[in-house]
């Protein structure tokens, strides 16, 4: 996910109309609630803008292709050194709707600057749950962008420690190759700048389903445009300060 301001969200609101099956919804999970907008991919992965109570950072979850069957947890008995710190997000304040396992910044009241976790499911909710197999705008996620501070540079590249796939991290920027579904690689791009600002996102770059159209569009402080080989780029084309981006 990426967090943006309750102003953001409205101008970003004509993505449910431009992406199929890509809902705004308000989620309410114990204490904490968020409004977002959730764009999938027909992989099953999916992204996510959000006004949330944490503002800052940037998110990045795992779960399992198909969690009724597979146990996302088992990552956790193959990197036991690690200080892992776990919790469980409740479904509408009372049952089970997954626990999660991440090395901080999840659990905190605090802006994290990177939400890193493994989600496991309890579809207790969903006791006939499928994986969606509608049509979906967007084939697969292929890589975003982002910056962050040099400052807290060596606390990101910590809080990513365990991710699956490759990382090369260098003086001005890092590479992570995180495996995705059917043998595909996405890639995180983080340019490290002088000073202690945030992971802030600059571009997310998609594959677009063969036959779907998307039209160039500027939504506030973002722009939508479509390149050549049906790929698109939602950009942030306006840095301004706020809580949002400190």
Known sequence: YIPVTPEEIEMLSPITTMFRDSPRSRVVSGKEHWDGIYIPSRTGAYFEIVHYAKPGGFGLGFSAVRPQYTDARKIVRELPELPWKRGRRLWKKR????????????????PPLLDAWIMHYHFFHRKDFTPPSGPRTVDRFKSI???VGRKNAPEVRRLASWLPGTQAWLKTKARLRLPDREASVFDVHIEILP?????????LEMEITKGERIQDRRLGSFSLRRATGGTAFLERTILKDSRYLR
């Open 95 to 110: 049952m089970p709707w997954f626990d999660w396992l991440s090395l901080g910044g999840y659990s905190s009241s605090a």
């Open 145 to 147: 962008h982002l910056t």
């Open 195 to 203: 000073g202690d600002g945030p992971l802030r996102f600059k571009r």
